[in-house]
């Protein structure tokens, strides 16, 4: 991996991350484009650059990471388990259902079910706009709706983000859980990977990690805070259709 495709990658990373859009689709596709072997290098920019996102997150919302906040973190924690759990269990199974074919069939399937749900989603006065005024019951329900994200190309923040406006959440809230969801969630795959793969980290690659770390940090941070603006005043039907279409492209591209 080069620098040029350091950044490509980086870019892509931090600005698909947080969206209902799939980011490991979206990495899958970019790599194969840019021609980017599965090498230990690769390994080791994957794990860097995800490390960037959940630091993002921390820089972005900053005031929720601290003591004070213990409540919140408890129901987060809440959320957590489902995907945790079933994420070790079966970790192996998950990883046979990476193909482009999965990925660009669940890319259209998830932006019908993103337009459908749009379609009946009605925001009441009584739904929550606070995250911290979410009850253990909705994070739980939240958490079991973050399991479809372990199918490549559905989208862990897709899944939670329709998952919290269903149980209760408004748009902007349920952007906002899903970024906080991610820090646990990221934490421990990082954590997970960086255990299995500790050795592939060395100076030989650290200009190209380094690189790509900035790049997709910067670039997750900005995509997080436009992207609570954008929901202030728009729906997620845009994301819908740009599901569909990019699945599609994808099944014409690949067939």
Known sequence: MDILQSIIMGIVEGFTEFFPVSSTGHMIVTADFLGIKQDTVTKAYEIIIQFAAIMAVV???KEKFTLKKIELWKKLAVAFLPIGIV?????KQIKTLFSVEIVATMFIVGGVIFLIAEKYYKPKEHFINDVEKVSYKQAFLIGLA???GLVPGTSRAGSTILG???VGLT????AEFSFLLAFP????????SIVKNYNEFNVDNLIVLGVGFVVAFITAYFTIKLFVRF?????FVSFGIYRIFFG????????
């Not at 994420?87 to 970790?91: I, Y």
């Not at 969630?185 to 997970?192: D, E, H, K, L, W």
């Not at 599609?248 to 067939?255: D, M, Q, S």
Request: aromatic share 20%; net charge positive.
């Open 248 to 255: 599609v492209a994808l099944l014409a591209y690949y067939a």
């Open 185 to 192: 969630v990221m934490s421990a795959a990082t954590g997970y």
């Open 59 to 61: 820089l972005a919302y």
């Open 231 to 235: 929901l202030q005043n728009y729906t």
């Open 164 to 166: 919290a406006m269903f």
């Open 87 to 91: 994420g070790f269990l079966f970790a």
């Open 171 to 174: 748009r902007k809230a349920s």
């Open 146 to 148: 973050q399991l479809a």
